[in-house]
């Protein structure tokens, strides 16, 4: 299907496990994102990618790691998962191509809990 | 980077205009106001953007004041399905992609 999706949608795991969140486009879109939201907060950025390849660090990337080999897909990985990493994490692409603004699509979010 | 100020919350008569205000002081010349809403659970979606000039769409209308220190974003007929959480943006549109989300405004509509 046509999209952006996000796998699994609900995941729980245990303090010091390693966890990887999946995210895929079927857009082609150069940028991608990943944010985390807490109860009763708005979105926090956690790394971005402009391209395959290409990431960078957003607002709190400490205890996470990505990568980018295809254009398509934004793994994100708990490298060793803390209580604290317990939030609804979302995914989102974007591109100005052939559009002159910047619209993001988001996925339907990650729920992790860590136990 | 300051982010936008917006109220922590918001009623609404369903069928009636909702006005939801933000104030975005700091925002620079290339900098535009967007606008994006969260339904519960679910992934934020874009509503619509501007620079200076007001805006509309299917989905909304834009003012953004002369000296673009605020806007507001106005939902014509709100239903019930327009409860949400509603965050406005200063970004630039070219160059980084960057979105910094605040808390919103979490906006109800009374049936």
């Known amino acids: 299907d046509a999209g952006i999706t996000q796998s699994p949608r609900y995941k729980i795991t245990e303090t010091g496990r390693q966890v990887t969140l999946m995210c895929h486009q079927t857009?082609?879109?150069?940028?991608m994102f990943w944010y985390r939201q807490d109860l009763g907060h708005g979105l926090r950025l956690i790394y971005y990618?402009?391209?395959?390849?290409?990431?960078d660090k957003g607002e709190v990337p400490d205890g996470y790691v990505v990568s980018r080999s295809k254009t398509e897909n934004f793994p994100l990985t708990l490298e060793s998962a803390t209580r604290s990493q317990t939030s609804v994490y979302f995914c989102?692409?974007?591109?100005?191509?052939?559009?002159?603004?910047?619209?993001?699509?988001f996925g339907p979010g990650t729920r992790l809990t860590v136990l | 980077d300051a982010k936008t100020t917006q109220p922590t919350s918001m009623d609404c008569a369903e069928g009636r205009a909702a006005n939801l205000p933000c104030n975005h002081s700091?925002?620079?010349?290339?900098?535009?106001v967007y606008w994006y809403r969260q339904i519960h659970s679910q992934g934020p979606q874009y509503i619509i953007h501007?620079?200076?000039n007001n805006e509309t769409n299917e989905m909304a209308s834009l003012i953004i004041t002369e000296d673009r220190k605020s806007s507001t974003l106005i939902l014509p007929h709100a239903t019930l399905r327009d409860t949400a959480v509603y965050y406005c943006?200063?970004?630039?549109?070219?160059?980084?992609?960057?979105?910094?989300f605040g808390t919103g405004t979490r906006l109800t509509i009374i049936p």
């Open positions: 989102a692409s974007s591109d100005l191509l052939g559009r002159g603004y910047n619209e993001q699509f």
């Open positions: 857009w082609s879109h150069s940028y």
């Open positions: 990618s402009a391209a395959a390849d290409i990431t």
């Open positions: 700091t925002i620079s010349g290339n900098e535009y």
């Open positions: 501007g620079l200076k």
């Open positions: 943006i200063k970004r630039s549109n070219f160059g980084n992609e960057k979105l910094t």
